[in-house]
């Protein structure tokens, strides 16, 4: 069973451009979560989708970011345009259920903004 | 409001001893909570979860975790450690307060020397 994948592994940005960030969850599973994690800090809850449906959004910073889910496969996080403080690492997991189950992550993206 | 806390950033034990990471938290309601670790350039991997029942949990690659109500803590450990073990580690809340939303601390670095 193929894993959480993300992409880009990596990306580069000057500030005030655009970028997207990709993730593929484990197949099957209807439930995505973004989160970012900005250097030494804890990891900050962004969203969580159920399928295509947005359940809560209420960790994203601010109207930069827009998070979709079409057809309830992947996702992507898109921050437009892109602030220096918006820099860390975006991971997104996956589960099959909600409630207490434990949650699948990808490896992440690291952004860096300039 | 929920919260986890990992009161140090780093924990160095040398092989084959046993070591401790602490984690406490805050919650209104029943926690679950959860362990998972991080090694270099990976996503997140689950280790251990307490959901309900026995406070003591066990989990992948000989790790445990006590659950303990009154201190509201849940403490991973390991009766001997592994350089392998060196990893960076993260304790998580997750509770029912409008939706579910999993809080995670800051993370733990363990150094196991050889």
């Known amino acids: 069973e193929a894993g959480v994948t993300q992409f880009p592994s990596h990306s580069v940005i000057e500030k005030g451009q655009t970028v997207t960030l990709r993730c593929d969850p484990i197949s099957g599973h209807d439930n995505l979560y973004w989160y970012r994690r900005v250097m030494g800090k804890e990891i900050k809850f962004l969203l969580h989708?159920?399928?295509?449906?947005?359940?809560?959004e209420s960790g994203m910073p601010n109207n930069r970011f827009l998070a979709e889910r079409t057809g309830g496969t992947y996702s992507t996080l898109k921050v437009q345009p892109a602030e220096l403080e918006d820099s860390g690492v975006y991971f997104c997991?996956?589960?099959?259920?909600?409630?207490?189950?434990?949650?699948?992550f990808g490896p992440g993206t690291r952004l860096t903004v300039t | 409001a929920q919260s986890v806390a990992q009161p140090e950033d780093q924990v160095n034990v040398a092989e084959g001893n046993p070591l401790t990471v602490k984690c406490t938290y805050s919650?209104?309601?029943?926690?679950?909570l959860f362990w998972y670790v991080q090694y270099p350039n990976r996503g997140l991997q689950f280790l251990l979860k307490y959901i309900t029942g026995d406070n003591l949990v066990k989990g992948s690659y000989g790790f445990e975790a006590e659950f303990n109500k009154s201190q509201t803590s849940f403490h991973l450990k390991k009766p001997s450690a592994l350089v392998s073990d060196s990893a960076l580690y993260f304790c998580a809340v997750r509770g029912y307060t409008g939706g579910f939303k999993t809080i995670f601390g800051a993370g733990t670095r363990l150094f196991v020397k050889a």
């Open positions: 919650v209104s309601g029943n926690p679950y």
């Open positions: 989708f159920v399928k295509e449906s947005k359940q809560d």
């Open positions: 997991a996956s589960s099959q259920e909600t409630g207490p189950y434990e949650q699948y």
